[in-house]
């Protein structure tokens, strides 16, 4: 029999944070309900496209892979037309709801993220598109070309939107890629973990953006270029092993060190591990049941507190509940939405071994004198 308490919580909290966001926008108003709070003026134009962007980057796996039948089922094909519906209204000019794709730098990370979504659910997302639709959102992603990319991890995001454009049977820039490929190889700094930027930054940017980026770019793209195929190899298994890492830094309470910025994003510091267990890419040393239950505990911890979401059901700034000063000066509401990338193993079946079974996590058995297995790191 299988148990699936566990997906019912994580698939209830998923739609618990998705449905402002996509019934306001499915209704062409999302400009006019969703409030925008932010610690410095001017974030009201970006927050809307960063709400949608990075709260279907999370769900798509579960559009696009989610069950046909049962009541799940219907759920899913319910909330694939509400996201469509979306893209419409985000992409279309004559919206109320259109976004902005052009104005500033800041469209270029959430367009990407938007492209991952698209990556990440290409038939539910892309082939099941109208045609003016697809045109439109075409023309949104190529509107960020105009701008350059900061020399950092923002380089992924120029490369995720060329690797969807590929994706889409458009025109994509190859160099793009291959600039944040090499670029990112020369920012490795060892042991799983990337540099952001020339220098190494004690956060989950390696989490948020960096390894789940290059793990997709290189998936659809690697066969394309004998030197891209050989750094996948290398990208591969440097995920499997910073996989391992996020797992141990999950405390036996379900916390976890809070060190460097964007920890407003709450769970989506564990973006990384949940696409790993999607990907069934976790490695010998970490069983999905343990993953799926340190996750548990880590997403009941923090969207149970008080104050995680206002009255009306939107997400408010804060780590773990409404925390405003642990907002940068590029935070605001739409900000927060990418805690939806923490859902990605919605995408796996039911029956999948992720759901299966209680498993300890690695802190829980270490600090209840249970054994386990050496750490080491990778070479």
């Known amino acids: 029999m299988v148990d699936t308490s566990d997906r019912e919580y994580w698939l209830k909290t998923m739609l618990q944070i998705a449905d402002p966001v996509l019934n306001s926008l499915a209704n062409q108003q999302l400009k006019q309900l969703m409030p925008v709070e932010a610690n410095t003026e001017g974030r009201k134009d970006y927050s809307h496209l960063e709400a949608f962007a990075r709260l279907v980057c999370g769900m798509a796996p579960w559009i696009e892979s989610g069950p046909e039948e049962g009541k799940e089922g219907a759920l899913r094909k319910q909330y694939a037309e509400l996201i469509r519906d979306g893209i419409k209204n985000a992409t279309d000019s004559l919206s109320p709801d259109y976004m902005n794709f052009s104005d500033g730098h800041q469209p270029i990370v959430d367009t990407a993220f938007l492209a991952h979504a698209l990556v990440r659910a290409p038939n539910e997302l892309v082939q099941k598109l109208e045609p003016n639709v697809k045109r439109n959102i075409v023309e949104a992603l190529k509107q960020t070309r105009s701008r350059?990319?900061?020399?950092?991890?923002?380089?992924?995001?120029?490369?995720?939107?060329?690797?969807?454009?590929?994706?889409?049977?458009?025109?994509?820039?190859?160099?793009?890629?291959?600039?944040?490929?090499?670029?990112?190889?020369?920012?490795?700094?060892?042991?799983?973990?990337?540099?952001?930027?020339?220098?190494?930054?004690?956060?989950?940017?390696?989490?948020?953006?960096?390894?789940?980026?290059?793990?997709?770019?290189?998936?659809?793209?690697?066969?394309?270029?004998?030197?891209?195929?050989?750094?996948?190899?290398?990208?591969?298994?440097?995920?499997?092993?910073?996989?391992?890492?996020?797992?141990?830094?999950?405390?036996?309470?379900?916390?976890?060190?809070?060190?460097?910025?964007?920890?407003?994003?709450?769970?989506?510091?564990?973006?990384?591990?949940?696409?790993?267990?999607?990907?069934?890419?976790?490695?010998?040393?970490?069983?999905?049941?343990?993953?799926?239950?340190?996750?548990?505990?880590?997403?009941?911890?923090?969207?149970?507190?008080?104050?995680?979401?206002?009255?009306?059901?939107?997400?408010?700034?804060?780590?773990?509940?409404?925390?405003?000063?642990?907002?940068?000066?590029?935070?605001?509401?739409?900000?927060?939405?990418?805690c939806a990338t923490v859902f990605l193993p919605l995408g796996l079946s039911a029956e999948d071994p992720f759901w299966q079974g209680e498993e300890d996590w690695t802190t829980k058995k270490v600090w209840a004198g249970q054994p386990v297995s050496m750490d080491g790191a990778l070479h």
């Open 148 to 338: 350059k990319p900061h020399f950092n991890n923002w380089l992924l995001f120029a490369a995720m939107i060329e690797t969807a454009l590929y994706l889409l049977d458009e025109d994509w820039d190859r160099m793009r890629i291959d600039y944040a490929l090499k670029q990112h190889e020369q920012w490795y700094v060892g042991d799983g973990i990337y540099g952001d930027g020339p220098a190494y930054h004690a956060d989950y940017y390696n989490s948020y953006v960096i390894q789940p980026m290059l793990v997709d770019i290189v998936n659809h793209l690697a066969h394309l270029s004998p030197d891209w195929l050989e750094q996948k190899y290398k990208i591969d298994e440097r995920a499997t092993r910073y996989a391992v890492i996020l797992e141990r830094s999950i405390s036996p309470e379900g916390t976890f060190p809070v060190v460097g910025r964007s920890l407003a994003y709450r769970f989506g510091a564990f973006q990384h591990l949940a696409q790993m267990a999607l990907q069934h890419r976790l490695g010998d040393s970490l069983k999905p049941a343990q993953v799926r239950c340190a996750l548990t505990v880590v997403m009941k911890r923090m969207i149970e507190m008080p104050g995680t979401f206002d009255d009306e059901g939107w997400l408010q700034i804060g780590l773990c509940g409404h925390q405003p000063d642990i907002g940068e000066f590029y935070i605001s509401t739409g900000s927060l939405y990418l």
